[in-house]
């Protein structure tokens, strides 16, 4: 039960440290922030504590980063007022999600039903962006409905809303305990396909269910937009510098300059540099590229800090966010198949941008560090090695795999290290795997 203290407070939004996190918590955090709402995500110095009895029998043949969508959900759902879970269909236009993550909101909800935190009745809310669910109702259910519809409308006057559909605005969320609400899930659809504006409505409506105003709402959306873009440019550098428990705070500056944090009492402050995060200085100009989804590749728990493991040995990690989207469509329109996930198309795109790149004999690749005199790599040394993190029981990830193989073979000569991860704790054999290619990649380099 809730402390009843909390009931002047600002409403906390509750956001896992998973899946699409891994590329949109600045955004995240920017907009609900501007909403003028707590926003909470798991801590990065704790360890995720493992519920895998009740993972295994709801995913039971989902992928990891599913299982700890379980975990990670449960461990912050006790601080929340609301939950943060979209329906990722697409993230850009010319490609789709898994299907898995169609139905992350509904996997949330029949945990946190049978873990007490939302009721299975009339205490569940949940908000989305005002369409229906892309996936078809069962026929059971379908009619059970269409025969209760006309006696729900006897009893309230009015038809029964759509499960996707906003309640009236209220002028604030207010927490649970005040009002004797479970925690409200809101579950936008995000879907690219249907434009910008379509995606820029979904969160505008989950404003509407927070109480905020359109202008509001309006604002907080393009400062938020504005830190998610100043974030992605700056993404390599900060990958390569900040340990990984601090690449994706948006509050920790870059080196090269203030950051000026918005939605805060910091918002006008210029943050000196003893206030910056630990910074580790390049000392390498062997660059190896990273392949992956981002919450395999970026998920330091998950990956047992791969990308701290790898500086340590002296190598700069190029990730898949520094090849362009016009360099990704392009390397994936000239094979015979269509790649129709968005995040597979990413990796293999930016794999065969890389193998193109280092046959190249005129090309030079930039580590974007301004912080530290910007220099050029000759294309001996671009890229020296590949890396690829793959998923246990990822179909998408077993496709990839033995594509991206023979690319590296038949396309460049760069060392190829395919490792395939499944939440087992190994860290000695894969720092001794990395140590290995990494002594691959500085021989090769001769």
């Not at 023979?406 to 001794?432: C, F, I």
Request: aromatic residues 8%.
């Amino acid at each position: 039960m809730r402390d009843q203290s909390r009931n002047n407070r600002l409403p906390t939004v509750a956001i896992p440290r998973v899946l699409w996190w891994f590329r949109l918590w600045p955004f995240w955090k920017t907009f609900f922030e501007g909403l003028g709402c707590r926003v909470a995500t798991n801590d990065p110095a704790r360890p995720t504590p493992r519920h895998r009895q009740r993972a295994s029998t709801i995913v039971e043949e989902a992928c990891f980063p599913m299982q700890l969508l379980i975990d990670r959900t449960l461990a912050i759902a006790g601080e929340a007022d609301a939950i943060f879970m979209p329906r990722l269909i697409s993230v850009v236009p010319s490609g789709i999600m898994c299907p898995r993550f169609a139905g992350v909101p509904d996997i949330v909800r029949m945990v946190l039903e049978q873990d007490g935190r939302v009721d299975a009745g009339s205490g569940k809310r949940e908000a989305g962006n005002g369409r229906r669910e892309a996936a078809e109702e069962r026929p059971e259910a379908r009619g059970e409905r269409q025969g209760t519809k006309s006696a729900r409308k006897e009893e309230t006057g009015n038809p029964p809303a759509s499960c996707v559909s906003l309640p009236p605005p209220a002028s604030r969320l207010s927490p649970p305990a005040a009002t004797g609400c479970q925690p409200v899930l809101l579950t936008p659809i995000i879907d690219a396909r249907l434009g910008r504006g379509a995606i820029r409505q979904a969160y505008l409506r989950v404003a509407a269910q927070l109480g905020v105003s359109a202008a509001s709402a309006r604002q907080a959306y393009r400062e938020a937009a504005a830190v998610q873009e100043r974030f992605e440019a700056e993404f390599e550098t900060r990958l390569n510098t900040l340990p990984m428990s601090q690449v994706f705070d948006p509050a920790i500056p870059t080196r090269d300059s203030g950051y000026c944090i918005p939605h805060s009492e910091h918002s006008a402050l210029r943050i000196p540099h003893s206030a910056f995060g630990t910074f580790r200085t390049p000392h390498s100009a062997i660059a190896i590229a990273l392949l992956g989804h981002p919450y395999i590749t970026y998920d330091w728990e998950f990956n047992l800090a791969i990308v701290d493991k790898l500086w340590s040995l002296g190598l700069w990690v190029v990730p898949v966010e520094s090849v362009s989207r016009k360099r990704i469509e392009a390397s994936v329109r000239k094979l015979d198949k269509n790649v129709y996930w968005s995040s597979g198309r990413e990796v293999l795109g930016a794999a065969l941008s890389f193998f193109k790149e280092s046959n190249n004999p005129h090309s030079t690749f930039r580590i974007p560090n301004s912080a530290f005199d910007s220099f050029r790599i000759p294309h001996s040394a671009f890229p020296r090695g590949v890396i690829y993190l793959s998923c246990f029981k990822c179909g998408v990830d077993g496709l990839l795999t033995d594509v991206v193989r023979w690319a590296a073979r038949h396309q460049s000569q760069v060392a190829y290290l395919p490792l395939t991860l499944d939440g087992h704790d190994n860290e000695m054999g894969l720092m001794t795997r990395l140590e290995a290619f990494a002594d691959i990649v500085r021989r090769r380099g001769r």
